[in-house]
């Protein structure tokens, strides 16, 4: 019987925790921990909501297995029907879309990320380029960011690359301010922002001001970890929670979807080997 | 404006090189498909063989297709979404070289931006307004986005101007002799690009009697939109053409080991193996296995272990 979670799984559960019942749910392409989050939290506590497949568009698919590359026809099996790509984004932009997923090579203080280049003024890196977040980062009602590269080793020449920094070099997707520091409710925007943010390390909502705020670590990781690991300074909440394992039903679920375990791409191999007790054998213990 | 043409020719079959010599260098161009999927590649490399350059590539979430224009030296501006391989292999090593060096100049657009500048072209207007994209940097990027103040509710809006791209290259399952298109499966943008491009040129695995169209609940593309169009079955090869085959992981492998290991190993190990070194389509098809690897893609079609095992292959040695 399977006892123990992996970091993955226990990424996934978060995620799905961001997902209210009748909402129309979108996950972009390159995004496999989410694209099994929004599976989970349709087969558990949203069952009602609409999931709309990245890259195929199909509505309330139930693929067979998960595919390594999002337009394929392996994930829209079972949809009931598909919509073009002017018709999901005419969704956002009428604020039908309540939720939206999205990340970064940079994740800056208030939120808004980088996926275009790294470096200011001349680039150093490309990075792969935003798809449609830049769009939807503005018209979603509510975003959830993620990252399952929080942890920033040094690099061979000691230099590390912090994943949550400051500012970004460049904004692709807007937080709750934008690059000259104007506050995003003076855009007007339909959407509000990003409320969450899920990492490998910790969890983090946003406060009054829009800045991301540390709420919640993983059971074997400390606040210092998480402060070493982070390229600004963190906010923290009143009280920094445990954050909560699935139950064993939602992983065998996971394990049952993700058979070439594609999730665990996204992880470094370092906290992709990281495991956890389930909440049902928490629950024992407590009984 | 200027208006746009329609294309009423009877029969509008011509050969793949006749297909890439319609392309003019510095041709603003329409890529069509989308990440590993019905990407125009038997196309893309009869336009790499003809020595192709100064393009403008326009588009959404894109693979091997960019990267390997970015490869052959054909592309000066990019103002792709997302090039990427996703989980699979990561990052596109072409297209980031070719971007990191200057090569190629940076326009990154976004989806919903790049749908409202086509639908501004679709429908004869000069542009069309969106909500979002306000407060990102996307607008240092793009000079040409204008700001207003609506005159009926007083918000600001940013206008996108209409793009009508020069080009649209399409694959698709099937057409006809006409050049109606039917396209199984997501169509991503290509009937937005099909709609705003002054040329569309496509290429389909297989050229099918009207009737037959009709009977698959007519064409997606009508005819008249197209201007010419080739027979070119695993047309799409590498990325996937659902329901004749998959993507080929295998060679994708192949291809990503390549680029990874630089700008010459990816020439000698790459272009002049499968672009330059295989002058026809059917030479391409005869190095990439032949009937064996169109058997091994279809294979899908066994069940879902058979699908999956698909995604485990690596790279032949």
């Known amino acids: 019987m399977i006892t123990r979670c992996t970091t993955g799984e226990m990424m ?91 990340s970064g090579l940079q994740i800056d203080r208030w939120g808004n990320c980088n996926v275009t280049g790294l470096g200011r003024g001349a680039m150093t890196m490309k990075l792969p380029g935003g798809g449609g977040g830049a769009n939807l980062s503005c018209d979603a009602r509510r975003v959830t960011l993620w990252t399952a590269a929080h942890r920033a080793p040094p690099d061979a020449s000691g230099r590390r690359r912090f994943r949550l920094v400051e500012a970004c070099d460049f904004i692709t997707n807007l937080g709750h301010r934008g690059a000259d520091g104007t506050p995003r409710a003076r855009y007007g925007h339909i959407g509000g922002g990003p409320d969450w943010l899920i990492t490998e390390l910790g969890v983090f909502d946003f406060d009054a001001e829009g800045h991301m705020r540390l709420t919640a670590r993983y059971a074997d990781v400390s606040v210092q970890e998480i402060v070493d690991n982070t390229g600004l300074p963190l906010r923290m909440a009143d009280t920094i929670d445990i954050v909560a394992p699935p139950d064993r039903r939602t992983v065998e679920f996971i394990r049952a979807l993700d058979p070439l375990n594609v999730h665990a791409r996204e992880l470094r191999a370092e906290d992709a080997s990281r495991s956890f007790d389930l909440a049902d054998a928490t629950e024992r213990e407590r009984a | 404006m200027t208006a746009a043409p329609i294309h009423t020719r009877d029969d509008k079959r011509v ?265 026809r389509h059917a030479d391409y098809l005869a190095r990439i296995g032949g009937d064996a690897t169109r058997a091994r893609l279809a294979s899908w079609r066994d069940g879902d272990e058979a699908w999956r095992n698909l995604y485990r292959e690596a790279a032949p040695a």
């Open chain 1, 12 to 102: 996934i559960a978060a995620l799905a925790r961001t997902i209210a019942d009748g909402d129309l749910v979108f996950h972009g392409f390159g995004s496999p921990l989410v694209q099994l989050a929004l599976h989970v939290a349709k087969r558990t506590r949203a069952p009602h909501m609409v999931l709309v497949a990245g890259a195929t568009y199909g509505v309330d698919p139930t693929p067979p297995f998960l595919a390594p590359t999002s337009n394929d026809w392996v994930m829209d099996r079972g949809a009931d029907c598909w919509l073009d790509i002017e018709e999901l984004f005419d969704l956002a932009a009428a604020g039908r879309m309540g939720r939206m997923f999205l």
């Open chain 2, 15 to 279: 050969s793949l090189d006749a297909l890439a010599e319609m392309v003019p260098d510095n041709a603003v161009v329409a890529v069509g498909g989308g990440l590993s999927s019905r990407e125009p590649m038997a196309l893309i490399r009869a336009l790499l063989r003809r020595g192709v350059k100064g393009l403008t590539v326009v588009g959404s979430a894109h693979g091997v297709d960019i990267d390997l224009l970015c490869a052959g030296g054909a592309v000066s501006r990019c103002a792709e979404s997302y090039v990427g391989f996703e989980q699979d292999f990561g990052l596109a090593p072409n297209y980031r070289r070719a971007l990191e060096s200057g090569a190629v100049e940076m326009q990154d657009n976004c989806c919903y931006t790049l749908v409202q500048q086509l639908r501004a072209a679709i429908q004869g207007l000069p542009f069309l307004p969106i909500r979002s994209l306000r407060g990102t940097s996307f607008p240092t990027l793009h000079p040409e986005y204008k700001r207003m103040i609506c005159p009926f509710t007083g918000e600001e809006l940013l206008l996108v101007p209409a793009l009508a791209p020069d080009v649209a290259l399409i694959h698709v399952q099937c057409g006809d002799a006409r050049g109606n298109l039917a396209i199984q499966g997501p169509p991503v943008a290509d009937i937005l690009f099909a709609k705003a491009s002054r040329l569309v040129l496509a290429t389909v695995e297989r050229i099918v009697p009207s009737a037959t169209l009709r009977e698959m609940r007519g064409a997606h593309v009508p005819y008249f939109y197209v201007a010419a169009l080739a027979e070119a079955p695993l047309g799409a090869h590498p990325t996937a053409c659902y329901p004749f085959y998959t993507y080929d992981r295998a060679h994708l492998a192949l291809y990503h080991d390549a680029a990874r290991q630089g700008p010459q190993a990816f020439a000698a190990r790459y272009l002049d193996v499968f672009v330059t070194g295989a002058p």
